[in-house]
């Protein structure tokens, strides 16, 4: 089933409790996902130079074994360590590396499971419900613009962190996904990809849509245009959010069969997968809601 949640302050340089506030949200539609939790977090931009990475690397002895594998990769890169942080089974590292960022990505998942790389861009997930995940990493306090999370009830593969969502698009800096559905022509979307040199890490359909929208932005597309693509071009049962460092957009196949309910104001926009969520950001308050229809997508900037 599945449950996913977006939020977006408008107004640029303003800031706000992102962590509290999607915490709330995945908290009110945790009944749809119980199994694992997910976050993308977009904090400031680091410089130009300087990349934020984010490692499954588990828990003990594997975990400095891991861990020494990432430190000598990065240095075969020429990347020098900024800060780091080995904190639940993830290991978190910001980075100055000037190079070519698709190429040191693959190159990165040799080394160990990388959950998201980008100048803002942080994903943190893990087994568990929204608060579990938060007493682990500390989200409450996570102050930014913008994000997505996910709630997962497994049905085709394990409960493990490394298939939890939200996910990355393997190869490009600074986009997510949150996925409820399934893309039945997954495999044949996927080899087209593969070969124009794509890589691949999993064989999750919503890895998929991440890299097919990075991949149209890359060629010069607008965010809009790359999920109006993705209407046509796709094809099963999907509702999803993509995220970007400075934008969300949704997309919704012409069945909808997957729910979604959106909120908007002057100072912000939230999606998510039940109104419950939403409720969640304004207890007591008479919410003005709507579903979007199907067949359509949507995006938002900090713009004002």
Same mark, same amino acid.
């Given at each position: 089933m599945c449950g996913i949640a977006g939020i977006l302050y408008k107004r640029k340089g303003a800031s706000a409790d992102i962590g509290k506030s999607l915490i709330d949200m995945l908290d009110g539609c945790q009944h749809r996902g119980p199994d694992s939790t997910g976050f993308a977090l977009y904090h400031e931009d680091a410089k130009d130079d300087e990349f934020r990475l984010r490692f499954l690397v588990g828990e003990g002895e594997a975990a400095k074994q891991a861990i020494d594998r990432i430190r000598d990769k990065l240095a075969e890169f020429q990347a020098v360590i900024l800060e780091e942080?080995?904190?639940?089974?993830?290991?978190?590292?910001?980075?100055?590396?000037?190079?070519?960022?698709?190429?040191?990505?693959?190159?990165?998942?040799?080394?160990?499971?990388?959950?998201?790389?980008?100048? /803002?861009?942080?994903?943190?997930?893990?087994?568990?419900?929204?608060?579990?995940?938060?007493?682990?990493?500390?989200?409450?306090?996570?102050?930014? /613009?913008?994000?997505?999370?996910?709630?997962?009830?497994?049905? !085709?593969?394990?409960?493990?962190?490394?298939?939890?969502?939200?996910?990355w698009a393997t190869g490009f800096s600074d986009v997510a996904i949150v996925h409820n559905g399934?893309?039945?022509?997954?495999?044949?979307?996927?080899?087209?990809?593969?070969?124009?040199?794509?890589?691949?890490?999993?064989?999750?359909?919503?890895e998929l849509i991440?890299?097919?929208?990075?991949?149209?932005? @890359?060629?010069g597309s607008t965010l809009e245009d790359a999920l109006k693509t993705s209407i046509d071009d796709m094809?099963?049962?999907?509702?999803?959010?993509? /995220?970007?460092?400075?934008?969300?957009?949704? @997309?919704?196949?012409?069945?909808? @069969?997957?729910?979604?309910?959106?909120? !908007?104001?002057?100072?912000?926009?939230?999606?998510?997968?039940? !109104?419950?969520?939403?409720?969640?950001l304004f207890p007591g308050r008479a919410l003005k809601t709507y579903e979007p229809a199907p067949g359509t997508y949507r995006t938002w900037q900090r713009s004002i």
């Open positions: 942080e080995n904190v639940g089974s993830t290991y978190r590292v910001l980075v100055r590396f000037r190079g070519d960022i698709q190429r040191f990505s693959y190159a990165m998942e040799h080394a160990a499971k990388v959950i998201s790389i980008g100048r /803002s861009l942080d994903i943190i997930k893990d087994i568990g419900g929204a608060h579990d995940v938060d007493g682990t990493y500390t989200l409450n306090s996570f102050t930014g /613009s913008h994000g997505l999370g996910h709630v997962r009830l497994a049905t !085709e593969s394990d409960v493990t962190p490394d298939r939890s969502h939200p996910f399934q893309i039945t022509n997954y495999w044949k979307m996927r080899r087209r990809l593969e070969k124009r040199g794509f890589e691949f890490v999993t064989d999750n359909d919503s991440a890299v097919y929208l990075a991949d149209k932005l @890359a060629q094809d099963g049962t999907f509702s999803f959010l993509v /995220s970007t460092k400075d934008e969300i957009g949704y @997309a919704k196949d012409r069945l909808a @069969a997957k729910p979604m309910v959106m909120l !908007e104001d002057e100072d912000l926009v939230a999606i998510a997968s039940e !109104e419950v969520s939403l409720n969640k």
